[in-house]
T-cell receptor, first 114, second 114 residues
């Protein structure tokens, strides 16, 4: 299982764009990159997933360079409600095999200030 | 549709007692995960069920911890002879498959061992 490294914490202000970078130097060919968001007293929630290049949805964008050894979650124009912990995970997209758990690290604690 | 549900939402017990935590996954999800999250920490993987395959128990911290999944649906996590260090939030998640398939988390059970 590929290990990920991301900053422990980040601070931002409302309206700014926030970029959180995750390193995963030993990512495997079949691994996907997934980001989750966790608010206090709640379980994590899926944000975005990608394999290469760029993925965008209504919440965020995910940038993955050609070597896939890192990825960047981009949150446009953050608000106070984006204050949360963001987890980066890598793992195989498995359709039913016996292996396939993902490792959640400590994540990045994002604090958005007014 | 209904999401992942967990019960009880809170549990206070005395050291040495046994506790059972229940998880009802989303209907049709073949994969089910249990995690533990201590205060201010990331998620610690405990156990993973996928269809009829043997569960991945590699994350269980000791033989006091066990889990079952009956009929491929409801799961019960049992902690025997609880210790104070078992105090944490226990989160359950389910997904359509293993690996990087999107995991949907329940609200968690807050366990406090006195």
């Amino acid at each position: 299982l590929a290990k990920t490294t991301q900053p422990i914490s980040m601070d931002s202000y409302e309206g700014q764009e926030v970029n959180i970078t995750c390193s995963h130097n030993n990512i495997a060919t079949n691994d996907y990159i997934t980001w989750y968001q966790q608010f206090p007293s709640q379980g994590p929630r899926f944000i975005i997933q990608g394999y290469k290049t760029k993925v965008t949805n209504e919440v965020a964008s995910l940038f993955i360079p050609a070597d896939r050894k890192s990825s960047t979650l981009s949150l446009p124009r953050v608000s106070l409600s984006d204050t949360a912990v963001y987890y980066c995970l890598v793992g195989v997209l498995n359709y039913g095999g016996s292996q396939g758990n993902l490792i959640f690290g400590k994540g990045t604690k994002l604090s958005v200030k007014p | 549709g209904a999401g992942v549900s967990q019960s009880p939402s809170n549990k206070v017990t005395e050291k040495g007692k046994d506790v059972e935590l229940r998880c009802d996954p989303i209907s049709g999800h073949t994969a089910l995960y249990w995690y533990r999250q201590s205060l201010g920490q990331g998620l610690e993987f405990l156990i993973y069920f996928q269809g009829n395959s043997a569960p991945d128990k590699s994350g269980l911290p000791s033989d006091r911890f066990s889990a079952e999944r009956t009929g491929g649906s409801v799961s019960t996590l049992t902690i025997q002879r609880t210790q104070q260090e078992d105090s944490a939030v226990y989160l359950c998640a389910s997904s359509l498959g293993g690996g990087s398939r999107t995991q949907y988390f329940g609200p968690g059970t807050r366990l406090l061992v006195l």
